[in-house]
């Protein structure tokens, strides 16, 4: 089956450092990859989601490239902030009806 | 801007009782969904529903059922609380089914 899987817990760095927190899945079929960033008391929100046409998803200085070879989709940026720190969750959907996250990493990033 | 309502916000009540948790959304999508997201964060899909459409019914208790009177809307129902639905429920929408995800601000249930 659909299946989503993020190694850290947590992961801890210093401002300025670089970010990459990895996602692996596993899908019967080309799957979408996404990326959602939840901070403290808010709802979680889309950060990235994987293109079609293998182009390498940006925003707010994240990026994330959908490598099907080794079925990844790492979330990486150059330049931690403090304003990072929360939590990232790595989600796929599938067109066999499956929606299916990661159990989530959280991010500190310590000044 | 806020896209996905949820009320309320905050409920507190009893082993046993029954509740209703409402959302709604302003995006003009076709999917609800609806999520639990536990005390160590883990976020699981309960229900989806595309177009009034039950399509994804993952296997929670029987005590659990969503409602939906339009597209726009998908309530949740959890008849004879127990003390492990205490959690926060996550509504969300998306323009077509496994399409970007847009989610309220979620219902904090608390069962004593």
């Known amino acids: 089956g659909d299946s989503v899987t993020q190694t850290e817990g947590l992961v801890t760095l210093t401002e300025g450092l670089p970010v990459m927190l990895n996602c692996t899945y596993q899908?019967?079929?080309?799957?979408?990859l996404f990326w959602y960033v939840q901070h403290l008391n808010e709802a979680p929100k889309l950060l990235l989601k994987?293109?079609?046409?293998?182009k390498r998803p940006e925003h707010q200085g994240f990026h994330a490239t959908l490598h099907k070879s080794s079925s990844s989709f790492h979330l990486q940026k150059s330049s931690a902030q403090l304003s990072d720190s929360a939590l990232y969750y790595c989600?796929?959907?599938?067109?066999?009806?499956?929606?299916?996250f990661g159990t989530g990493t959280r991010l500190q990033v310590l000044p | 801007e806020t896209a996905v309502f949820q009320t309320p916000n905050y409920h507190v009540t009893q082993v046993g009782n029954e509740v209703s948790f409402n959302c709604k959304q302003t995006?003009?999508?076709?999917?609800m969904y609806w999520y639990k997201q536990d005390s160590k964060k883990l976020l699981k899909i309960m229900f989806s529903?595309?177009?009034?459409?039950?399509?994804v019914n993952e296997t929670v208790p029987r005590r659990f059922s969503p409602q939906s009177s339009d597209k726009a809307h998908l309530n949740l129902r959890i008849k004879s609380v127990e003390p492990e639905d205490s959690a926060v429920y996550l509504c969300?929408?998306?323009?077509?089914?496994?399409?970007?995800?847009?989610f309220g601000p979620g219902t904090r249930l608390l069962v004593l």
């Open positions: 969300a929408s998306s323009r077509d089914w496994g399409d970007t995800q847009y």
């Open positions: 995006l003009g999508h076709d999917t």
């Open positions: 989600a796929l959907s599938s067109n066999t009806n499956k929606v299916v």
């Open positions: 899908s019967t079929y080309s799957p979408f």
């Open positions: 529903y595309n177009n009034k459409q039950l399509i």
């Open positions: 994987s293109f079609t046409d293998n």
